[in-house]
T-cell receptor, first 114, second 113 residues
Framework: NAGVTQTPKFRILKIGQSMTLQCTQD?????MYWYRQDPGMGLKLIYY???????DKGEVPNGYNVSRSTTEDFPLRLELAAPSQTSVYFC?????????????FGPGTRLLVL | KQEVTQIPAALSVPEGENLVLNCSFT??????LQWFRQDPGKGLTSLLL?????REQTSGRLNASLDKSSGRSTLYIAASQPGDSATYLC????????????FGTGTRLTIIP
């Protein structure tokens, strides 16, 4: 299993540009998540999904959009990039089992908005 | 609102020493607590998950304890090695369910050879 994969690894955007961060998992997990990690700030949840066709906002959703058309894929869309969106973005997935289930993380996408 | 704190933010210890990392949380009504490891430039990897009914969980040289009543957890690393150098984050469920996690800001650990 490849686990959770993310593309691209690194991207530079100009202010106002748009892009989609891709996330795919091959573990047949129902739950998927997008986080951003700023230096010294821990992980903040942007959006999450509990299954195909179901998404919900996390703690910091402004400026982002998501869709979940398949179990495997959970892309994150930035419509109008702003310098405040410079961060490292992590995708994660989890089985919908009980309270012993953990999240599995991708390697991250480093985004710089200039 | 659940808040998770990890102090200190950074820690350096000589190789071979035993060490303890701390995690505190404000809402004790949790189902579990997890410890993750993050290497520089990489994603998070789960180390240990302690159920609320457990007091301890062990994996090799790692031992995590949970005291719900005091809102604290510790991660004990025995006989530290340079390969243990990483950032360690703890996380607890954000809400009554287990769908979302609230993370601490982590402790960056450096093991000095």
């Amino acid at each position: 299993n490849a686990g959770v994969t993310q593309t691209p690894k690194f991207r530079i955007l100009k202010i106002g540009q748009s892009m989609t961060l891709q996330c795919t998992q091959d573990m047949n997990h129902n739950y998927m998540y997008w986080y951003r990690q700023d230096p010294g700030m821990g992980l903040k949840l942007i959006y999450y999904s509990v299954g195909a066709g179901i998404t919900d906002k996390g703690e910091v959703p402004n400026g982002y959009n998501v869709s979940r058309s398949t179990t495997e894929d959970f892309p994150l869309r930035l419509e109008l990039a702003a310098p405040s969106q410079t961060s490292v973005y992590f995708c994660a997935s989890r089985s919908s089992g009980g309270y012993q289930e953990t999240q599995y993380f991708g390697p991250g996408t480093r985004l710089l908005v200039l | 609102k659940q808040e998770v704190t990890q102090i200190p933010a950074a820690l350096s210890v000589p190789e071979g020493e035993n060490l303890v990392l701390n995690c505190s949380f404000t809402d004790s009504a949790i189902y579990n607590l997890q410890w993750f490891r993050q290497d520089p430039g990489k994603g998070l990897t789960s180390l240990l998950l302690i159920q609320s009914s457990q007091r301890e969980q062990t994996s090799g040289r790692l031992n995590a304890s949970l005291d719900k009543s005091s809102g604290r957890s510790t991660l004990y690393i025995a006989a530290s090695q340079p390969g243990d150098s990483a950032t360690y984050l703890c996380a607890v469920p954000t809400n009554f369910g287990n769908e979302k996690l609230t993370f601490g800001t982590g402790t960056r650990l450096t093991i000095i050879p």
